[in-house]
């Protein structure tokens, strides 16, 4: 007989602040909508979120980059040309009329390297206020690291352990040491993609000499943040190195498009090693420019600098001493928005917000397809209930699996916002699609699977979704946990919470599980819901090799919470 603790799931309505949600209601969902401007030494970019204040949390709606250059400054002056200046006034105008569109609340600009750098810097941000109406903010290397800190916290989980940031720029590079709380070490150095390109690379491909100069170089500025970053780390602690932004990203997605032969569809979690690092920059260095050009997903503007970057992030990881870096896709504009959210106390605290990141993108997920948060908790408990009392008696898999068959139960409904008529197959694309933070791209995947066989057959190897799992053992997991939520689903096939909480007692020698159910209601038969299960149960016995028996508790048992 099972005897496994009993572990409730997530509390949905926990993480809702405010009075509770009708996830019916899309007036209640959507919120303040904000857009967040980062113009940066290569490129301005700019977000567009919609915050939900109940959560909180920010759904990205539209984005828009522009690659203006400026940091290709007067090499005598050093003053910012009128041509870059031209681009850019261009690129924040078409952000304004994005905006605009959106009727956003507020536009919250921020600059970083090349204008703070530039002798006429201050005179192109009142140009910027005079001609198109927009206040910019002039941020500090330090002040920039923070913000870029808050946006790697808005997206991906530390567990109160110490991550390493780093973000390669075009004009600066910054490395934070944080772990969940107030960050430990902020820096910003003067080590950028476009700068280092401009400065070190005349050869077309890099010379042997000037690919020593550049190597020899960054790693001489780079020796005091680093060591900065290692004197705030215990003897005893180990870090993890997370990359985000442009140039990183792009090194990133040509290993991944190069090892898994398509590109993924997100690189959130993607893992880069040192080694692995070390033969692209190798590979690039090779190239001409207008070899790099032709490489599948990389730009004219990118391949310019892509050398420079490589360089910057290979010595990098050396000099930290880490051999693995995982890319996470948010970083300054995400943490412009987080910021705004602490400023206009839509925030509590920072670790708060960071606490549950993936348990709050997948509700924030929810209520953006208008899922039934009632319905959902009782399945997603159901779920977790069945995985609890059959683990390590009909399966072995994880509490990471669990939290992925948890998010699978609370979605799987989703589907119903596109069409009822094959929801399941909608809930899918929507899942897959829906940007869940904190999840690496296989995980969305399995998540995505699960929430897709919810209902009808078993996954079946034409399935193209099927085949998109990252291996043998993902199909394994989502033939098995499918099986899994399938009952959980039947178990409130009313959605009425018709059943308060169930038992499972297995019988080795027979093969049997028994699933005794306890009514809400003590004369409530239950039938749909014991038809249901009697529907689905196929599956679950075909995966697991046994034979299911349902059994309703008599009024006068006592229930599992007793």
Request: one cysteine or more; hydrophobic letters at 40%; proline letters at 3%.
């Amino acid at each position: 007989m099972v005897t496994q603790a009993y572990r409730p799931a997530p509390d949905v309505r926990s993480l809702i602040e405010t009075p509770a949600l009708d996830p019916l209601s899309p007036a209640k969902v959507g919120g303040r909508t904000l857009a967040a401007i980062d113009i940066g030494t290569n490129s301005i970019h700019m977000v567009v979120v919609q915050i939900n204040v109940q959560l909180p949390a920010f759904n990205i709606v539209d984005t828009e980059k522009s690659t203006v250059r400026l940091g290709e400054r007067c090499r005598k002056t050093g003053r910012l040309t009128v041509e870059a200046m031209g681009r850019a006034m261009a690129a924040l105008q078409r952000c304004q009329e994005i905006a605009k569109g959106w009727q956003v609340e507020q536009i919250v600009a921020v600059a970083t390297s090349a204008v703070r750098e530039a002798p006429n810097g201050r005179e192109f941000l009142q140009e910027i206020a005079t001609e198109l109406g927009l206040h910019v903010d002039l941020i500090a290397g330090q002040e920039e690291a923070r913000r870029i800190y808050l946006g790697v916290l808005s997206g991906l989980e530390f567990d109160n352990c110490p991550h390493v940031i780093i973000d390669i720029g075009g004009g600066s590079t910054e490395l934070i040491l944080g772990d969940s709380h107030a960050p430990r070490s902020l820096s910003s150095t003067k080590v950028g993609a476009v700068r280092l390109t401009e400065e070190f690379v005349f050869s077309d491909p890099i010379s042997t000499r000037e690919f020593e100069r550049l190597q020899a170089y960054v790693r001489g500025m780079l020796e005091w943040p680093v060591d900065e970053v290692r004197s705030h780390l215990q003897p005893d602690e180990t870090a993890q190195l997370v990359g985000t932004s442009g140039t990183i990203e792009s090194l990133i997605r040509l290993h991944a498009c190069e090892t898994l032969g398509s590109c993924p569809t997100s690189l959130q979690g993607y893992t880069l090693t040192l080694s692995d690092l070390r033969d692209l920059t190798d590979q690039l260095c090779k190239l001409s420019y207008a070899e790099r050009c032709k490489i599948s997903g990389m730009s004219e503007r990118r391949a310019e600098i892509i050398v420079a970057g490589a360089v910057i992030l290979q010595e990098a990881m050396d000099l930290l001493g880490l051999e693995t870096i995982v890319a996470c896709n948010r970083a300054l504009r995400e943490g412009i928005i987080v910021d705004w959210m602490l400023n206009h106390q839509l925030i509590e605290d920072r670790l708060r917000y960071q606490g549950s990141v993936r348990q709050r993108s997948v509700i924030n997920l929810a209520q953006q397809y208008r899922v039934n948060l009632d319905t959902a908790q009782r399945v997603g408990q159901f779920a977790v209930d069945l995985f609890d009392q059959t683990q390590g008696r009909l399966h072995h898999w994880s509490d990471n699996d669990r939290e992925l068959l948890w998010a699978a139960a609370i979605l799987h409904n989703c589907g119903h916002y596109v069409c009822h008529s094959a929801h399941h197959k909608h809930s899918y694309y929507l899942i897959r699609h829906g940007g869940l933070l904190g999840y690496t791209d296989a995980e969305v995947e399995v998540i995505a699977n699960l929430a897709r066989y919810h209902r009808k057959g078993p996954p079946k190897k034409k399935h193209e979704n099927y085949q998109n799992l990252a291996s043998k053992m993902h199909r394994h997991m989502v033939d098995q946990l499918s099986a899994i939520l399938k009952l959980a689903s039947a178990l409130d096939r009313r959605q009425i919470g018709a059943i308060e909480s169930i038992r499972c007692h297995y019988h080795a020698d027979t093969q049997t599980l028994c699933l005794k159910l306890h009514p809400s209601h003590p004369h409530d038969d239950c039938a749909l819901e014991r038809w249901s299960l009697e529907y689905k149960k196929s599956c679950f016995e075909s995966e697991f090799g046994v034979a299911l028996v349902t059994e309703l508790s008599k009024p006068s048992e006592e229930s599992v919470a007793e």
